[in-house]
């Protein structure tokens, strides 16, 4: 956390958005407006390594996504992903980033608390601080500083030593963590697959635009969850 920085943070939320649905924008949302951000690239993960493959294709994901964000300036969709042929780890699209942006800019990986609460399961995690800041939202009333007696010892002396606020993000590329406190909606892409595949509504859980496309191109028609 020594490094100069330059530049107006980014930020960046992966996920397999299977489909992208309002939980995901208002998070994004909340980051972007809080944690002062220029601009957050939306990832949809191609080949996930922690969790069953998605239901529908990588592209028909990322045309929902291009789809959900359209109206939003400050987002960017970001499909390098899905358009690799292998699996791909988080540390390495922050690498491939990394070289694209250069090393002073602030880099914000955005993550809700149960993903953090994992993060000593991601491929080379320690390596992930040095390439950028993490920041985790959490409900208000659930803060995290409650729950990290979960984590592992590891994670949890990484938390006690980085954690710092929301203004310090712009003072270094890398290496912060950071809690903000968001409301969660109620919303999962399991409960809109689960929704579909049962022939009920999806409206107001998603954008129109998202729940056209869906019907338009027969996705989730069969459950599987
Ligand atoms: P699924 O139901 O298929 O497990 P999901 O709706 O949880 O999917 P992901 O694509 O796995 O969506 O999530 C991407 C990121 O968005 C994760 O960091 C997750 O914590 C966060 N996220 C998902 N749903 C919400 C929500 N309702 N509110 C805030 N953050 C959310």
Redesign the pocket.
Known sequence: MNKKATGTPVGI??????P?????L??AEEMLELAHLQKIYFI??GTPPH?ES?QVSAQHRSAMVKLAIADQPAFVLDSREVERITPCYTVDTLRELRAELGMALPLCL??????FLQLHTWHEWEQLFDLAHIVV?YRPGFTLVDRIHTATPALRSHYQQRLCNADDLSQHPAGGIVELA?P??????????SRVAENRSIRYLLPNAVADYIHQHHLYTHAK?
């Open positions: 939320l992966g996920g397999t958005f299977d992208i649905h309002y939980g995901h208002r998070l949809p993960a969790r998605p955005l993550m809700g608390g149960d993903a939202g968001i969660k909606l109620e919303i999962s892409a399991t409960l809109i697959r969850h």
